[in-house]
């Protein structure tokens, strides 16, 4: 278990502008991690935020990390790569990460109803499956800094939560433009 934070932390990038929310990533994580297929064993999902718009949902490896810090069995740490991850044997279930991770970043924690812990994605151990399964190349792994992590997840939450007004006419191209481009 590592307590430093990296400077730059890996995770799976999206761009939206090639995404088609097909959910062949949500069938490959399941497929790989658990044996089966079904969203609610993914540690990868694809909403639908509104008609004809579906995102992919993915841990963003937060630099603060809330769902660490809410853990009361301290089954979530961050490895040495800066990837957070959950040990399944000493994860309760309790769903506080859950709860913590909607309100304070971008929803990317469940509880698997059939192993009754939390899941999240961990990069499969630096080499996600996901990534190369896109037929549209959508995903990418990505190192970001502590700004560029907070912009990304910022515009997430904007969609997210509601404001998609303002962000789908923030700029010239709409929606993909503003979350995927960086200043």
């Not at 761009?15 to 540690?43: H, L, M, N, P």
Request: hydrophobic share 35%.
């Amino acid at each position: 278990m590592s307590s430093s934070v990296p400077s730059k932390i890996p995770q799976i990038y999206v761009d939206y502008s090639k995404c088609t929310g097909c959910g062949i990533c949500e069938a490959t994580c399941a497929g790989r991690r658990e044996g089966r297929f079904g969203r609610v064993v993914s540690r990868i999902r694809c909403i639908r935020a509104e008609p004809a718009l579906d995102l992919p949902i993915v841990c963003l490896q937060c630099f603060d990390a809330p769902c660490i810090n809410v853990c009361k069995s301290h089954a979530k740490y961050r490895n040495e790569k800066g990837i957070v991850v959950v040990d399944e044997s000493k994860c309760t279930g309790c769903g506080d990460c859950v709860n913590t991770c909607s309100t304070r970043a971008i929803g990317a924690v469940w509880v698997n109803p059939l192993k009754k812990v939390a899941i999240k994605c961990d990069l499969c151990g630096g080499d996600p499956k996901c990534i190369s399964a896109c037929p549209w190349q959508a995903l990418s792994l990505k190192e970001l800094d502590h700004e560029e992590l907070r912009w990304v997840r910022e515009r997430l939450k904007a969609v997210l939560f509601g404001m998609k007004h303002n962000l789908l006419n923030a700029r010239p191209g709409g929606f993909a433009e503003t979350v995927t481009s960086h200043h």
